[in-house]
Nanobody
Framework: QVRLVESGGGLVQPGGSLRLSCVVS????????FNWHRQGPGKERELVAA????????AYGDAVRGRFTISRDNGKNTVYLEMNDLKDEDTAVYFC?????????WGQGTQVTVSS
């Protein structure tokens, strides 16, 4: 059974930082690429960041580039999203997903709220 479990969300003030984690089990971690998506109130789900399987190459959405960093630890079967200089508009549920060819698995999400 494939499981992706996100954690690390919470309430943070504007300008603050959070690090999200996604612990993965039930698949061959090093073969998969991983994405972080988010869905804010009344908004569609959007891709935030992606990291490849082989070269660990990373890509970011325009709204977060330069503030967020995605990384992975194959030894711990964990994907991270380091978020800095958080803004009100970063408020959303953040989802981790694993991707290999036509297969995609999702976590349940973790809430991030940016508010003063």
């Amino acid at each position: 059974q494939v499981r992706l479990v996100e954690s690390g969300g919470g309430l943070v003030q504007p300008g603050g930082s959070l690090r999200l984690s996604c612990v993965v089990s039930g698949l061959t971690f090093e073969n998969y690429a991983f994405n972080w998506h988010r869905q804010g109130p009344g908004k569609e789900r959007e891709l935030v960041a992606a990291i490849g399987s082989a070269l660990h190459s990373a890509a970011y959405g325009d709204a977060v580039r330069g503030r967020f960093t995605i990384s992975r630890d194959n030894g711990k079967n964990t994907v991270y999203l380091e978020m800095n200089d958080l803004k009100d508009e970063d408020t959303a549920v953040y989802f981790c997903s694993a991707v290999l060819l036509q297969n995609r698995y999702w976590g349940q999400g973790t809430q991030v709220t940016v508010s003063s």
